[in-house]
């Protein structure tokens, strides 16, 4: 009876348990969280891959012209200030020129124990007595050649009018009068500029004479602290490459003492003797002429050009083409030995420039700034090589500025075989192996 109970009572539970488990409702079945899906990178760009198509030659011209218009805005910038400022800029240009040919002098003074103001007046005072004198002495003496000149170009322009009129152009009375005709009539549709030009003579000679007030002055704190004015503008200079600058400056500076010097030398060379050989053939207006040739041989090749030709011309107004040609023949002489032998004695090659360098730089000073431009452009760009070619030498890199003297020729350019590539090209051009 037992056992029949209590299988009655397993078949219950069990039934009851299967009935639960069907009215239970199942849990709801959350979905596994979805894993981002892994595509494979793309590959990093690689710098200027979207230039790809573009032509090398054409990213490089590219690259310079912006360059090359950055630093031709700045040029032009930089133009533009001085242009406006020509009247303070020209003046201290010109005694930084004169401190150059006189701070040698100042130096030698100093050694032999005279103090250094007492010695800059005593250049300063010598150096305009000598200044005035000879300018004294040139004006005088044109003042008094100038009417024995005038009567021999009258008799020389006598001369022609006759041969135009008894030679083979055989111009009669009429023609010749009309040129005269127009010759008037050209100067008095001329005469208001002629009057305004005499009128503002005036304001011209006092402009003349306050930049020479100022060159004056710049040159005496030139000449008594030109190294504490270098010393303060080397004071924007940051700290890393201020020794470095300090021996360009030093270079570049140098190089202008050595050409101003030698240029000086050169021009008193050339003036003795060409004012000797138009002496001796009886030139009038000798010594004005060796003057002029003297003021232009500061202006490298056209200054002698034009001096020349105006001794040239005098010389054929008054004593007729063989003379001149005597006189073109010393002219050619002399210029020969300059450039041949004197330029390279006294310059050497740390200041030597090359001709069409030289050229360049002097018409465009002409166009920029006028007769001060072509005088200024020389030094500028000896100065500019100098420093240029100092920073580029790694022979300069541990140089102490106090070992770079500016009195001396041999411490314009660094000594840096590197740099020194004219031999090496001359020798290729002219089919020459260079030396082993």
Do not use: C
């Amino acid at each position: 009876m037992v056992p029949q109970v209590l299988t009655r009572l397993k078949s219950r539970m069990a039934a009851q348990k299967q009935v639960g488990v069907a009215a239970r409702p199942d849990p709801p079945r959350v979905p596994p969280p979805s894993r981002p899906v892994r595509r494979p990178a793309a590959p990093a760009a690689e710098p200027g891959a979207g230039d790809v198509y573009v032509p090398k030659a054409l990213r490089t011209a590219a690259a310079l012209g912006w360059r090359l218009l950055v630093v031709v805005a700045a040029l032009y910038i930089i133009g533009t200030v001085a242009g406006y400022l020509a009247a303070v800029v020209v003046p201290v240009a010109i005694a930084l020129l004169l401190a150059a040919l006189l701070a040698p002098a100042v130096h030698w003074l100093q050694v032999r124990t005279v103090p250094r103001g007492v010695a800059t007046m005593l250049v300063m005072f010598g150096g305009l007595a000598l200044v005035g004198g000879v300018l004294t002495f040139v004006v005088v003496t044109f003042v008094r050649g100038v009417p024995d000149l005038g009567n021999q170009l009258t008799a020389s322009v006598d001369a022609v009018v006759a041969w135009l009129t008894n030679g083979p152009l055989k111009l009669s009375e009429a023609q010749l009068r009309g040129y005269q005709d127009q010759l008037l009539a050209t100067v008095s549709a001329n005469q208001a500029s002629i009057t305004a030009g005499a009128i503002t003579t005036a304001t011209t000679i006092g402009e003349i004479v306050t930049e020479t007030l100022l060159v004056v002055f710049t040159l005496i704190f030139f000449l008594q602290g030109g190294a504490g004015i270098w010393q303060l503008l080397l004071g924007v200079v940051p700290d890393d490459s201020r020794s470095r600058v300090d021996v360009a400056g030093r270079r570049g500076l140098a190089a202008l003492v050595s050409y101003v010097r030698a240029t000086a030398v050169v021009a008193v060379v050339d003036a003795v003797a060409i004012g000797i050989g138009l002496a001796v053939l009886g030139v009038p207006l000798a010594v004005p002429l060796a003057a002029l040739v003297f003021l232009g041989a500061f202006v490298p090749i056209v200054g002698a050009v034009l001096a020349g030709g105006v001794a040239v011309l005098i010389a054929l107004v008054a004593q007729g083409p063989v003379t001149a040609l005597i006189v073109l023949g010393i002219i050619i002489a002399i210029m020969q030995l300059e450039s041949h032998v004197l330029q390279p004695l006294l310059l050497g090659r740390a200041v030597e420039l090359h001709p069409l360098a030289v050229v360049l730089a002097i018409a465009t000073g002409l166009l920029v700034a006028g007769i001060a431009g072509a005088l200024l452009a020389v030094p500028l760009l000896a100065v500019l090589n100098s420093g240029i070619r100092s920073l580029l030498s790694e022979s300069d890199h541990h140089m102490d500025p106090e070992d770079v003297h500016t009195s001396a020729p041999e411490a314009t350019g660094p000594k840096d075989p590197d740099l020194q590539r004219e031999p090496d090209l001359g020798q290729k051009f002219n089919g020459d192996s260079a030396p082993a």
